[in-house]
């Protein structure tokens, strides 16, 4: 089993995916303590703004690591993916 080797660029984003993570777990547990909805100022109902804080920093961490490539599978003959 061979373990991932980056250059610098492969480090400032696998930095970057990690900081969303934390970002997202930050977001999460604001929204556990707070609730998915608050009340403006005239009353009504909206969404918590720490939801699109979560969304975007979960979709910020995703793209991060697709940018990785990582193979996450291993490789095998026979079924599952093909050997390269």
């Known amino acids: 089993m061979s373990a991932w080797e ?10 970057s995916a990690l900081e969303a993570f934390d970002r997202m ?5 604001i929204l ?4 998915l909805v608050i009340q403006d100022r005239f009353g009504q109902k909206k ?3 720490a939801a699109l804080i979560e969304r975007d920093a979960r979709a910020g ?20 993916r093909p050997l390269k």
Do not use: S, W, Y
């Open 47 to 49: 969404c918590h703004p």
């Open 61 to 80: 961490m995703l793209r991060a690591l697709k940018q990785l490539n990582l193979d996450l599978e291993p490789l095998q003959e026979g079924v599952g």
């Open 25 to 29: 777990r930050q977001a999460q547990k």
């Open 6 to 15: 980056f250059d610098e660029a492969g480090l400032l984003i696998l930095a």
């Open 32 to 35: 556990t303590d707070e609730g």
